[in-house]
């Protein structure tokens, strides 16, 4: 199956006669077991729940197909919201098909928190099935109100709690329609920009009787068609290429379907084009080659006289550059206006909703017919391969200056001599994101994930979701001590455990927010909390992180305090992981703060 995230191939969606089976004796048809079925006639693999007193009849009809030999999926138990959703999101980048989370009433929906927002911003199709607290009182239906908490769970508009981060909610109101709100959910999940649906239904509605299978129509609900450039708009755009002197391309997620990246290479070789991956969620570009600009568009875009912005949400910070006069900006995306975020802006020339791939084809078709201009071609191929060894020697006299540290710099660069090619990276560093994306390369498609949002909680359940997905690839996890608490580490590896999902895990524990601190030094450098080292954001490396990992679900637990210990600790974690063993390794960083709580 070819990685990627989007419009899956039609062969994820599965013929109804490849999902035929049999009731057991004496077992009836019902709402629950057509919205499985549905799920399963859109390729849904995995379904990830966290499961409550809404869920019987769910957890019936799973039971009646294990009954009757047939297992279309692989559950997947996670004790919190947010392991379910990062997973099934990592599981999605990393495979290209949705999968499925099943969660509890409101309580559970709202702790998916920030796993929602990134499943969103990331846009990554993720399909959510929340219960509903039953809607009748003295027994009228089966599933109605039998427990305490359910009155306390009959809130006014449970589907305001995501409304802001989904592409499509909708409750269940009869059974009988249930498979076409599961493939108009699947739809919508699926078609570009992608992003997360939220289904609900009350026990008495899942519990409802039916007929029996209904007559699959998977087939006519499919994904969005790509959208093209309009013509015009693709001449225009080759036409400023053709002519620009230093033109530089700006992508965050054009990588996110892997057989894209040799579309953006040859793009670039052809024109001579810098790449910037500003802020990736996915490897848009391999980092080894030589038009590769690096991951901070600020440094070259005040001398671009043309800037290609493509797949990006924030190529740059509006009050901290300054464009060149006259340059000309196209925007090109499936989401090029950023609808979801109500103050952005972009001074382009020119914002085009379309498959950013099939433009670039565009594009290039245009090239075709146009007069070649080869020395200009030479010329900027040649100030970007400047640039791009700019970079490289910047990056190496950091890396030599603190060879004999602890930092993200020799952490990274260690890894980068011990991970083969086919690696899997989730990158959760934040603060030190900069120093491993330069330290720590990736040339391969598809072996560099982020989050794709700013709430931090990813890397722990997005490794359990890469791996399950790829589940013959190694996949490393760079975190931070904060980003690794907030991903709920005892839940994670008490699932990555259990369902032989290894993986390494690496902490860059600096004692602290160091996010929020830097934060607070842009806009107070010389102020009180600077001077007297009271920022409240440390607490400290005293914990033992790693053994969190150790007592939840028996992870290799080591901590580097000295140097020389880093390299023979990481090796000994890598080796654990391929003989089916979790590592985390708690690298101790010089701390951002000593201030005494």
């Not at 899956?8 to 004496?26: K, Q, R, Y």
């Not at 929340?130 to 449970?158: H, K, W, Y």
């Not at 080894?288 to 797949?311: K, Q, T």
Request: negative net charge.
């Amino acid at each position: 199956m070819t990685a990627r995230n989007g419009s899956p191939p039609e062969d994820h969606l599965v013929p109804d006669s490849a999902c035929a089976w049999t009731l057991p004796p004496g077992a009836g048809w019902t709402a629950s077991d057509a919205l499985l079925d549905a799920l399963e006639h859109c390729g849904v693999t995995h379904l990830y729940v966290n499961l409550g007193s809404d869920h019987p009849e769910l957890i019936e009809s799973l039971a009646k197909r294990a009954a009757s030999g047939h297992h279309p999926f692989r559950v997947v138990t996670c004790p919190h919201e947010n392991v379910a959703l990062t997973a099934a999101q990592a599981h999605a980048m990393v495979s290209g098909q949705p999968q499925a989370v099943f969660v509890h009433v409101d309580v559970g929906t709202q702790t998916l928190g920030g796993a929602l927002h990134n499943a969103f911003r990331a846009r990554v199709p993720v399909f959510i099935f929340a219960g509903e607290t039953p809607f009748t009182l003295n027994g009228e239906l089966l599933g109605s109100r039998n427990r305490p908490a359910q009155i306390l769970q009959d809130v006014p508009d449970q589907h305001s709690v995501v409304r802001a981060y989904v592409k499509w909610s909708m409750s269940v109101r009869t059974g009988r329609n249930i498979r076409d709100l599961v493939y108009r959910g699947m739809q919508l999940a699926r078609s570009e920009p992608c992003g997360v649906v939220y289904l609900s239904g009350a026990r008495e509605v899942m519990s409802e009787a039916l007929d029996g299978p209904a007559t699959d129509q998977v087939s006519c609900w499919p994904a969005l068609t790509p959208s093209a450039l309009p013509p015009v708009m693709a001449r225009e755009i080759a036409e400023a290429v053709s002519q620009a002197r230093k033109p530089v391309l700006i992508t965050s997620y054009f990588g996110r379907r892997p057989e894209r990246v040799a579309a953006l290479v040859r793009m670039a070789e052809r024109v001579g084009i810098m790449v910037v991956e500003e802020s990736p969620v996915y490897l848009n570009f391999p980092r080894s080659h030589p038009l590769h600009a690096g991951y901070l568009a600020a440094e070259v875009v005040s001398d671009a006289d043309l800037i290609l912005v493509v797949d990006c949400d924030v190529p740059w910070i509006n009050a901290t550059i300054r464009l060149s006069e006259g340059v000309r900006i196209y925007q090109i995306d499936t989401d090029p206006l950023k609808e979801s975020i109500p103050l952005w802006h972009v001074p382009a020339r020119a914002f085009s909703q379309a498959d950013s791939a099939l433009a670039l084809e565009q594009i290039e078709g245009v090239l075709d017919r146009l007069p070649n201009d080869d020395a200009r071609v030479v010329e900027r191929t040649r100030v970007a391969a400047m640039r791009h060894a700019e970079i490289e020697t910047r990056a190496k006299a950091r890396l030599q200056r603190s060879v004999a540290t602890l930092n993200p710099d020799s952490v990274a660069a260690c890894l980068a001599g011990l991970l083969d090619d086919d690696a899997i990276v989730i990158d959760e560093t934040v603060t030190s994101s900069m120093m491993v994306l330069e330290s720590l390369p990736r040339d391969k498609p598809g072996t560099y994930l982020a989050s794709g949002g700013s709430s931090l909680g990813f890397g722990g359940g997005g490794s359990i979701g890469a791996r399950l997905a790829a589940p013959e690839r190694t996949v490393v996890c760079l975190t931070g001590d904060g980003s690794y608490l907030f991903g709920v580490p005892s839940a994670v590896h008490i699932v990555a455990a259990r369902y032989r999902a290894p993986f390494l895990t690496v902490i860059m524990n600096n004692g602290g927010w160091n996010a929020t601190k830097q934060n607070l030094l842009r806009l107070r450098p010389d102020g009180y909390a600077q001077r007297d080292d009271r920022f409240w954001v440390g607490f400290g490396q005293e914990a033992d992180l790693a053994g969190i990992a150790a007592a939840a679900g028996r992870a290799l637990a080591l901590t580097v305090r000295e140097p020389d210990q880093l390299e023979p600790l990481l090796r000994q974690a890598l080796e654990a992981v391929r003989g089916g063993q979790c590592a985390v390794v708690d690298v101790r960083l010089p701390p951002i703060t000593l201030q005494d709580p």
